[in-house]
């Protein structure tokens, strides 16, 4: 069965700072990676989505990195903001549609 | 964003209710997909469908009852649920087949089952 971790479970760190998120997947076979932000209550967005023949991707501040042959991907954020506070998700898409979850990273940027 | 609305946003029901969610996605895609979100737990894939087909189940309880009566909308039936029901139901679309796949997600519903 296909399982996705990702730690740590929650993360506060002061504003300004950079920061790694991990994702692990158990299954190198995949598709494609994504990382999602989710607000409290809300729907999930996606923030950068890594092809299985890619390396990484870079958005803005964030950049993913993906090495399936280890079955790991990080999610760097430079310079983080308080607006950055959300639950950050790894998805892991396997043959055709099927999409696996972590249960998230919740960051908190104090001010 | 509103390219994925569900409808309603917050929902509370009594176990011997029948209440319906609905998801509307904007987007052209051709397949859209249920899933049941819980607190501390994984984003569980609910139901799958494509082209207006469902191909996936994955395992859900029959008192929760999917329709796709085309590829813009679908529905969640509920009835008969249990207290552990309640949590956040996200319904997501996609466009299969281009490669780059990613979902689009709705705001949810939160659902609370007393």
């Known amino acids: 069965k296909q399982e996705v971790t990702q730690i740590p479970a929650a993360l506060s760190v002061p504003e300004g700072e950079n920061l790694v998120l991990n994702c692990s997947f158990t299954d190198s076979a995949i598709y494609n990676l994504q990382w999602f932000r989710q607000d409290p209550g809300k729907g999930l967005t996606s923030l950068l989505l890594?092809?299985?023949?890619?390396r990484e991707q870079t958005s803005g501040r964030l950049n993913a990195s993906l090495d399936k042959s280890s079955g790991r991907s990080t999610l760097y954020i430079a310079a983080s903001q308080p607006g950055d506070s959300a639950t950050y998700l790894c998805a892991v898409l396997y043959n055709f549609n099927k999409f696996y979850f972590g249960s998230g990273t919740k960051l908190n940027v104090k001010p | 964003e509103t390219g994925v609305t569900q409808t309603p946003r917050h929902l509370v029901m009594g176990m011997t209710n029948k209440k319906s969610l609905k998801c509307e996605q904007h987007?052209?895609?051709?397949?859209m997909y249920w899933y049941k979100q819980s607190a501390k737990k994984p984003l569980e894939l609910m139901f799958v469908?494509?082209?207006?087909?469902?191909?996936e189940n994955n395992s859900v309880p029959s008192r929760f009852s999917p329709e796709c009566p085309n590829s813009s909308h679908l529905f969640l039936h509920l009835h008969t649920l249990q207290p552990e029901d309640s949590a956040l139901y996200l319904c997501a679309s996609s466009q299969v087949g281009q490669g780059a796949e990613t979902q689009y997600f709705g705001p949810g519903t939160r659902l609370l089952v007393l």
């Open positions: 469908y494509n082209f207006k087909e469902q191909t």
């Open positions: 987007l052209g895609h051709n397949a």
């Open positions: 890594i092809q299985s023949s890619q």
